[in-house]
C-alpha cells in the first residue's frame, strides 16, 4: 500500500475538519506498560504527515502526565492538530489507583481549568465529559460544559459512553460534535441506540479501542502471560483465562481476510470500523492507540481498505461470540444503562 495523507471529514455537524482516522495516546504513558517517549514523539510528528489530526486525552491518562507530554507537540502544531481532552474522572488524593465519577460544575471548572494549564494552550479544540455521573442531570453538565464554550474556553462538545437518550438529552442543551465509544469487532453495544442517535442529530463517533485495547492485531493472546503486570489489560474480564482463549479463536476469519488481501489482523479490524461511516450513515473517526511510528504507517493504511459485502458477512458474527464483557464493571459504560 502506498505511503499517503488520509482523507479528511467533518467532526459532528458544526465541528472541525480532521483526518478519518485519529490517535489515541494515553499508552503513550499510562495503562498499557513501559513507555519509549522518543518513540512515542516520533509517532506523534508521523501520524501528522500521515494526515492524522485529532489527538486524543484525558487528564486523568497517568494523573494528567499525558497532557503534559503531548502539551510540546501541540503547541508546535497548534494549527494543525485537533486536541481532544476530557474531564471526570477524579483520582483521591488518598488512593491515586481509584476514579470518582464527578460532572458537578465546580469540579468541571476546576478540571478545565487544570487541562489548560498542563496542556499550555489558551482553548480545548474538543472537551468531553469522560464518563456520565447518574446523580447529576445530563442537562446541567452539558450546561456548564456550554458555559465554557461561551467562555471562550473549549471550541466543541464530546461526550463518552453516553446512551442514546442521554445525547438527545444533551443536544437540547448545546451542539454536541462527537461521542467517543468502544466499537469494533469485539464491541458493537452501541449500535443498538448510541448509533442511531448519533445519526439523528448529525454527530460524529469517534470509536476508541477499534482494536479491541490490541486483542485484534493478534499480538497477545491471553493477558496473563503475555503482558507485564502494570498493563491494565490483565484486569479486563476479555483477555484472561477461558475468556482469553476463546476470544482467540474468533480471530481466525479475520486471519483468513488479511492473508488473502496482503494486510495485518489489525488493519481489517479498523477497516471494518472505519466502514461503520457508509454502513450506519453518519462521521466515524477511530482513535487507535500506538506508540510506535511503523503502527501509525500501518493503520491509516487501513483506512484504504473497502471490505467486501462477503468479507463483512464472513466478520458479522464475531462480536455476539465474544466472551466476558469490556469492563469487570460495566455500570458506567453506555451498555450498561441502556
Request: glycine residues 8%; proline residues 6%; negative net charge.
Amino acid at each position: 500500500m502506498t505511503d499517503s495523507r488520509i482523507p479528511t471529514v467533518r467532526l459532528g455537524g458544526g465541528g472541525p475538519e480532521v483526518g478519518v482516522q485519529g490517535l489515541g495516546c494515553m499508552g503513550m504513558s499510562f495503562a498499557y506498560g513501559p513507555t519509549d517517549t522518543d518513540a512515542s514523539r516520533a509517532t506523534l510528528e508521523r501520524a501528522l504527515e500521515l494526515g492524522v489530526t485529532l489527538y486524543d486525552t484525558a487528564d486523568t491518562y497517568g494523573a494528567g502526565e499525558n497532557e503534559r507530554f503531548l502539551s510540546p507537540f501541540f503547541k508546535a502544531h497548534r494549527d494543525e492538530v485537533v486536541v481532544a481532552t476530557k474531564f471526570a474522572l477524579s483520582i483521591p488524593p488518598d488512593d491515586p489507583t481509584r476514579r470518582i465519577i464527578r460532572n458537578d460544575a465546580p469540579y468541571i471548572r476546576a478540571a478545565v481549568e487544570a487541562s489548560l494549564t498542563r496542556l499550555d494552550l489558551d482553548v480545548i479544540d474538543l472537551y468531553y465529559m469522560h464518563r456520565r455521573d447518574v446523580n447529576v442531570p445530563i442537562e446541567e453538565t452539558v450546561g456548564v460544559m456550554a458555559d465554557l464554550v461561551r467562555e471562550g474556553k473549549v471550541k466543541h462538545l464530546g461526550l463518552s459512553e453516553v446512551t442514546g437518550a442521554e445525547l438527545r438529552a444533551a443536544r437540547t442543551v448545546h451542539p454536541i460534535a462527537a461521542v467517543q465509544s468502544e466499537w469494533s469487532l469485539f464491541s458493537r453495544d452501541i449500535e443498538a441506540g448510541v448509533v442511531p442517535a448519533a445519526r439523528e442529530l448529525g454527530v460524529a463517533l469517534v470509536p476508541y479501542s477499534p482494536l479491541g485495547r490490541g486483542f485484534l492485531t493478534g499480538s497477545f493472546a491471553n493477558a496473563d502471560q503475555d503482558l507485564t503486570d502494570d498493563d491494565f489489560r490483565r484486569q479486563q474480564p476479555r483477555f484472561t483465562g477461558d475468556n482469553a482463549a476463546a476470544n482467540a479463536a474468533l480471530l481466525t476469519p479475520v486471519r483468513t481476510i488479511a492473508e488473502a488481501r496482503g494486510a495485518t489482523l489489525g488493519q481489517i479490524a479498523l477497516a471494518w470500523v472505519q466502514q461503520r461511516a457508509q454502513v450506519h450513515g453518519l462521521p466515524v473517526i477511530p482513535i487507535p492507540g500506538t506508540r510506535k511510528p511503523t503502527r501509525v504507517v500501518e493503520n491509516t493504511a487501513a483506512t484504504r481498505i473497502v471490505l467486501t459485502e462477503d468479507e463483512l458477512s464472513t466478520l458479522e458474527p464475531i462480536a455476539d461470540k465474544v466472551a466476558g464483557d469490556r469492563y469487570a464493571d460495566m455500570t458506567p459504560t453506555s451498555a450498561g444503562r441502556e
